[in-house]
């Protein structure tokens, strides 16, 4: 039995909870801490301390030696930050969140997918292909590195060619600097038509509206591993990424097609295929909950994590 000492800023990442039932399962002691409450643990030298995050990582530069083995997960786009990137090198192992995030980091590093809370449930509820409609998903935070300031011109596209669809953001507003240059872009370009701004939804409001959707968009710039993409595969909704988006380990399985340069033409291209294609739509949407069932179930976490934990302790 090991005891792991789980140190994250305030709470663990909602990805990262499977991760600490497989600790459990594997009949380990976790023990989760935030950084204020941190100050307080007597430091156990024959522990794990894993420490998720920016702050809780230079916070283990300084606790780390006093642990059998320190492992960091790096899950954040600060990580392309060279003062931040050298933070990676001092503990005993990284968990990097995706392929990606591992080839940025100079050290002994091994790939350890999040996993949506809800993924199991998710995958039970059954896909009503009949219901869907030519929405293009969207649900995360309004900040530039989420690629969103290119839906107008993806959207200018789809116009161009006679493709109807409906860009459905969620999570920001109109007033957001973000949202109101969206929306500015949208109306010069005469696309106003193809986008709806939703701001905060209920969790299951949300899950609704995403089940009816054709299409999940991350148009990202950089992003580690966003479960939001998972949770869209779960419900049977084909996503769309750039190759700079982390689920693209995943995405992969089902078609390399679906992974694109971070280029409104290029994202359009894709986009015009699933919308004008609805077989190679509904094969790719069956394929998208195979390949998460099996990929991320929770025995392939617990397996990942009992190598990960012997790893730490040899």
Not at 71 to 91: D, E, F, G, H, T
Not at 101 to 112: K, Q, S, Y
Not at 296 to 308: G, Y
Request: aromatic residues 6%; contains cysteine; glycine residues 6%.
């Amino acid at each position: 039995m090991v005891e792991v000492t789980y140190l994250s800023f305030k709470m663990p990442h909602v990805g990262h909870i499977a991760w600490l039932k497989a600790i459990k399962a594997l009949g380990h002691n976790v023990k989760v801490t935030s950084l204020r409450e941190f100050m307080t643990i007597v430091p156990n030298p024959r522990g794990v301390l894993v420490t998720e995050g920016v702050r809780p990582t230079m916070c283990g530069a300084i606790f780390g030696p006093f642990y059998k083995s320190w492992a960091a997960v790096a899950n954040s786009p600060s990580i392309l930050r060279p003062m931040i990137n050298q933070l990676y090198k001092m503990p005993s192992l990284v968990m990097a969140v995706s392929n990606l995030v591992r080839a940025l980091i100079d050290n002994e590093a091994v790939v350890l997918h999040p996993v949506p809370p809800e993924l199991e449930a998710l995958l039970k509820i059954e896909v009503d292909h009949h219901s869907k409609r030519p929405w293009i998903f969207f649900s995360g935070a309004f900040i530039p590195i989420k690629g969103l300031h290119m839906i107008p011109d993806i959207a200018l596209r789809l116009k161009e060619e006679g493709i109807k669809a409906l860009f459905m953001l969620v999570g920001g507003s109109q007033e957001e600097p973000l949202g109101r240059l969206i929306v500015d872009r949208a109306r010069r370009l005469g696309v106003t038509e193809y986008l709806k701004i939703v701001g905060a939804l209920p969790r299951a409001h949300l899950l609704e509206l995403l089940s009816k959707s054709s299409i999940y968009l991350q148009p990202s710039l950089f992003d580690a591993f966003p479960i939001s993409v998972v949770e869209a595969m779960s419900l049977g909704v084909t996503p769309v990424i750039t190759k700079y988006v982390g689920a693209r380990d995943v995405l992969e399985l089902v078609s390399a097609s679906l992974v694109r340069e971070p280029r409104p033409d290029d994202i359009a291209e894709a986009l015009k295929h699933l919308l004008t294609d609805p077989k190679a739509l509904r094969e790719y949407s069956t394929l998208s909950r195979d390949v998460v069932r099996t990929t991320l179930s929770f025995k392939s976490i617990v397996d990942k994590l009992n190598t990960i934990l012997e790893s730490c302790l040899n």
